[in-house]
């Protein structure tokens, strides 16, 4: 069978891939380009993202939001497809119109369908042609380039291939992080990072919290190892039914704790239950005892925390919740507000990858350069979660995968 041989071959119709072919078109309309997926549909994952409702970007795009080996690369690439280039390519090209609360812009319909709808419209509309439901099962050397094979048998040639086939999180949305395996005969081996969940759900095994499943606050976590604090996080933080610990704060942490486990660390999650510092929770617990001082401890002080939470603390302070308020001294006084504001729970490890809403690693950024080609393999380019960057919640991945994308089709262009 002879080869089709294309201006530009995209492996992976995910946002990555779809933002790749519309702004490949958007430069040079006559490219001649083929666009692959494996699965049934296009954009599953970005389907699901923000819950349906697509977070598409932050206006707070910044290099420490991310995790990668090479922040100087990941800086260069942000820059050169801004958030700005990203809202503007967004609503004056593929007619979608964004809006932002909290810094974070969803589309005004929020739904992520509508983002879909407007990448696969545009591409469409342009000739891109698309294959639906046959992975590629190899890339080879060809006289073209690369060579593509699929696995309905069909072949593909091409000096350009962006390679667009995500992480390993969400594997039901076919990123399964398999298709590493179809890049090896070009990457060397040290410049592929192995796939770890990030943004998870964390485990613990400390027993007794496992009362605490559906218990949810706003405050901050902090992951602590060896007495230092290696990040801080604020906002929801949910107690799982299994024991553990998850929402956003948690999920933004979470590459953190999983790399100092890695490291043989003694990892822990060190909760603020109401956001506020052990002086200021002080002078709430005092206000209480004076106000209500023969009342139970968890009658006098369950305003200021869910009254379950509050049990669970008092029995880390040996404290007897059945005990007067007034028969707390200041010293109890001190050891409760501090385990208020710094409740620590040990991290044993996370969910997998089912639950992960982005993986870290994949190819390292520093092997490529800043238009996201291979140094060491002319053509063939990277875009999305398959580059080793991952960032935190808030619309900071999509914005890599449309930076990774944009960058990545300039390569091709050489523009
Ligand atoms: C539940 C959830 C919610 C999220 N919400 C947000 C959010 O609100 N904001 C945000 O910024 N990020 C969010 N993310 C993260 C975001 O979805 C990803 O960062 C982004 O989708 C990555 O895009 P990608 O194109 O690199 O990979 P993917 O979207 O995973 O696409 C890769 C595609 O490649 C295809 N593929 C793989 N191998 C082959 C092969 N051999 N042949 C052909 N095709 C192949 C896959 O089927 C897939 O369609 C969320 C993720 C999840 C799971």
Known sequence: MRDEVRDCIIIGGGASGLFAASYLKYLKPSLDITLIEKMPRVGKKLLLTGSGRCNIT???VKTDKYHTDCPDRLKTVLKSFSVNDTVGFYENNLGVV???KDELYYPLTYRSATVLD???FYI??????TVLEDPVVRI????NGYMVALSSGKHYSSGNV???CGGRSYPKTGSDGSSMDLIRSFVEEDDIVDFTPALVPLNSDKQDIKNLAGIRFTGSVAVVSEGTEHERSEGEILFSKDGGLTGIAILDVSDTALRLIREGKKTYASLNLTGSGAGDVLRMLYIR?????VRNVCDCFSGILHRVLLENVLRDCHINPNMTAASINDNGLALLSNTISNWMIPITG?????DAQVSSGGIKLSSLTDNLEYSKSRGLYFAGEAINVNGICGGYNLQWAWSSAACAARGVLNV
């Not at 469409?124 to 042609?129: A, G, N, W």
């Not at 996370?350 to 089912?354: E, H, N, Y």
């Open 58 to 60: 932050n206006n707070n």
């Open 98 to 100: 964004l809006t932002s």
């Open 118 to 120: 407007a990448l696969r």
């Open 124 to 129: 469409d509309e342009r000739d891109v042609e």
């Open 140 to 143: 080879s050397d060809s006289n």
């Open 162 to 164: 962006i390679f667009a």
């Open 289 to 293: 005892r004076q106000l209500f001082p």
């Open 350 to 354: 996370s969910k997998g990858f089912d």
